[in-house]
Structures are given as C-alpha cells and as structure tokens.
C-alpha cells in the first residue's frame, strides 16, 4: 500500500511511505498520522516533517521511510490504497444476526421483583415476541427454576421451540441460590398467596398473556391463579399437579412419617417414584445430595409446609370452578401423584384437557424424558395456533422433518419406551390471526398404536 503527503513547494520533495513487501495489514494500534487523508498537501517542509517520520517509523518497525524526488515516478500517479484487516469488523449481516439471536437466546436477566408475599426472584430468557405470550414457569418444592426446568429447557428441540417466545422462571420467596434463609417464626405465604405474586410478576415485565408450565406445587399455583386471571392464560402445562386438599387420614400419615423421616426424605418421596427411591438412581441421588446438603433446606421445608396446606381446588366437570383455556396434563407411571392427575383429568373439561401419562419417566418426567416432554409441548402449542411450522431433527438420517399445525395431542395417549405414536385429536380451536376457529386435523406423520390406553 502506499501512503503519499505532498509538501507545498514544487521544488520540495514528497514523501512516499510504502510498506514492507511482507506487510499485508496495517497495525491495530494508533498511528500518528492516520486521521490524515491521502494525498492532502501540507503546510509543513520536508525538514519540519522529518522528526514525525522518525516518530512514525519507531511507532511501527514494519515499515520503511524513504524520500523520494518531486518528480519521481512514485509522483506520477497517486493509487488508491485499499486497507484490509485480518478479522473485519463487519462481518457477514445474516451471520451476525444468528450469531445475536443466539446471544439473546442464551443470556439470562434476572429481576428481584417485591410482591406483598414478599421478593420473587425471575430470570429470562431470550426477549418478549410481538402478538406471542410469555412462558412462564413455576417449580415444585425442594428445587429452585434450575433444578425443576433446566434439563428440559437445554433439550436441543426445546431450545429451537422456546426460541419462538420469551421464557420466564419464576423461583418462589427463598428459593433461589443465594436466598437469604428465613428466621424461625417466618411466616410463608401459602400457595394461595403465592399465586397472587404472579400478576406483579406479569406487570413488572409487561407480559399481557402466558402459556404456564408448573411443577407439584407450581403446577397448583399456576392451576389457582388461572382460577382467578383466566384472561391472561392461553394454556397451562400441569405436571403432577394435585388439586386435592390434605385429608385427615394423608395428615395423620403424614405426622407418622415426620417421626421417622427427615425432610429432605419426605421431599424425595415428593418427587420421585417408590421404584426410583429403592433403585437409588443417579437422578435421585443427585437430588437427595442437593436437598440435604443445601443452606437453603429451612426455606425449603417452609414451602413444602405450604404445600401440604393447600385448599381443595374444588374442580368440578360442567360446573362453574374449570379451567377454560386448553390444558396438558402429565404424569409418570407409577408416580406419587398418578392417581391425583387422574381424578384431576376427569374433572376438567375433556375439550381443553390433554393427559399425557409417561412410561418410564418416574416422578419427574420433564428430568428424566425431556424428549418426550418437548414432543408433547411442541404439539401443544401447535395446538393453540403457535409455531405452525416447527423443524425436528431426524437423528437417524440428519436430515428435518416439518409438522403441520393441525396436529395436537390426544386427550388420553401414553408414551412407551421405544414406540412412536399417533398424535391426534380434533382440536377445539385454533388461533388465526387474533381469531378462534374450528380446525380438525389428524397426523400422519407418527404411526404407532391408536390413543387412549393409559
């Protein structure tokens, strides 16, 4: 490249500075001269210039000075310089667009958020999508929002629908990593109370609408706070939610039990299938090391006194307590509250419900099948009219395979090991543009047996 300043006079000689033949970039770090524009004439002599070129040429040691005559060749013509680095700035638009999607997606904000129950504590991720609600997520006892949800939310086919929305977690009062433990005596809010902090939630972050995802205790949370607020719900995904009240004889059990059990016994028992405690899984004992060896294990046990004071929903088919909006309930086989969902499923309006009963997935299914789980939300949504096009990746051949977004959930389906399954169901209603509309449809994309063996 060639740098050339010319002195006023013409009998003055102009300078040439050329750059090393096996010089190809200019240096990154500032050069005396380089605001200056090429071939401008300066007011200054060639022996006022000489002690700058001395600067210059000890600021880089690649290049090399040399005088040339006024009306040498090198003055002939002036050539345009063309200066190239070796990692551009601007890079390619469309890669640095993904590459910004992909940030938004991954980085997590967290928000301390003061509620008259006191401070909730959120994360999001990714940023609110226009006329798309937020998903919103609430976990069961003895974890916080990572322990509950982040096995599902990092499944790879998650991650490519949840892209298409922003994601909420909500960690109940001192439950978060880091909470401030609580002084003996505190009073914690009910699971009443508790869905009463949502709407502060929803109003902080400006989320008109959600689709709730709940765990247990989350799961009844987000079950009693749609109750109240159905106009901000458009779907509910309810794992082993148990809408029941404690009965005298589950009391009594459960006073048996405290004098022999310790907390973090009963939480397990809470969470985990009777076959996966006795197996001692990797699953459990993870979860039993996490509980027992947590500071947070007083907070803990305030929220699952909570849990085992909750009221009756009082749920009741064709009466005036439902939920209205389209609703996925799940389970595992064999879990503590399969029998609960179940009476749970047949209280609930059999035109928005779905049960989805899993097979080898013991007491947390969105732990231990995260694929299943994201299979089954993906038609779930599809079902309310999102994401209509949604690309999965087909693991034998690595290629993709599109869904149409006809295709919803039976009400009544299980998911066994190794089997693939019709997806099917007249869907209730469809999202179009704003609107509700009747919109059968029947998948044959999936071939296995017919639904409704549980």
């Known amino acids: 490249m060639l740098f050339m300043l010319r002195p006023p006079g013409p009998a003055q000689q102009a300078l040439v500075f050329s750059s090393l033949p096996t010089a190809q970039t ?106 798309r609600p937020a998903i919103v997520t609430f976990h069961d006892v003895g974890m916080d929002h990572k322990m509950c949800f982040d096995t599902l939310f990092k499944y790879e086919d998650m991650c490519e629908i949840v892209k298409n929305f922003v994601v909420c977690h909500i960690d109940a009062p001192g439950q978060e990593d880091g909470a401030t433990i609580y002084p003996p005596g505190y009073q914690y809010p009910s699971l009443d109370q508790l869905a009463e902090t949502i709407p502060c939630v929803l109003q902080y972050l400006n989320f008109p609408s959600i689709i709730g995802i709940g765990v247990g205790a989350g799961a009844y949370i987000f079950a009693k706070y749609t109750l109240s607020h159905a106009n901000t719900v458009e779907g509910l995904v309810l794992i082993n939610i148990d809408p029941n009240a404690k009965g005298w004889m589950d009391w009594a059990a459960q006073k048996l039990t405290g004098l022999t059990q310790s907390i973090s016994d009963k939480m397990l028992g809470h969470l985990f299938s009777a076959e996966e405690i006795s197996g001692n899984s990797d699953v459990v004992r993870q979860y039993k090391a996490s509980i027992s060896n947590s500071p947070l294990i007083s907070n803990y046990q305030l929220y699952w006194n909570s849990y085992n004071s909750r009221r009756d929903l009082n749920f009741e088919r064709g009466g005036g307590v439902t939920l209205k909006c389209p609703v996925m309930l799940v389970v595992g086989d064999q879990a503590p509250h399969e029998d609960a969902v179940v009476e749970c499923n047949s209280k609930l309006d059999p035109t928005q419900t779905s049960f989805l ?58 998911l066994q090991r190794g089997e693939s399954l019709t997806f099917s169901h007249l869907v209730p209603e469809q999202r179009v543009g704003g609107r509700t509309s009747s919109s059968p449809g029947r998948s044959d994309l999936l071939k296995g047996r017919e639904p409704g063996d549980l």
């Open 357 to 414: 009963k899993m097979a080898d997935s013991g007491g947390q299914p969105q732990i231990t099948q995260p694929g299943k789980m994201t299979e089954a939300f993906k038609y779930f949504v599809q079902g309310m009219g999102y994401i209509p096009h949604i690309l999965d990746k087909k693991r034998s051949m690595g290629g993709f395979l599109g869904h149409d977004s006809s295709v919803a959930l039976s009400h009544r389906f299980s």
């Open 26 to 131: 200019v240096s990154r770090s500032p050069l005396p001269l380089a605001s200056l524009p090429l071939g401008v004439s300066l007011p200054l002599s060639v022996g006022e210039f000489l002690p700058v070129l001395t600067q210059l040429h000890r600021h880089d040691t690649r290049d090399s000075v040399k005088v040339a005559p006024a009306h040498s060749p090198e003055m002939s013509e002036l050539h345009e310089v063309q200066i190239t680095e070796d990692n551009p700035l601007l890079q390619d638009p469309l890669k640095a667009a993904e590459l910004a999607a992909k940030l938004l997606q991954v980085q997590e904000q967290k928000h301390s958020i003061e509620t008259p129950y006191g401070v909730v504590t959120v994360t999001i991720q990714g940023t609110p999508k226009p006329k």
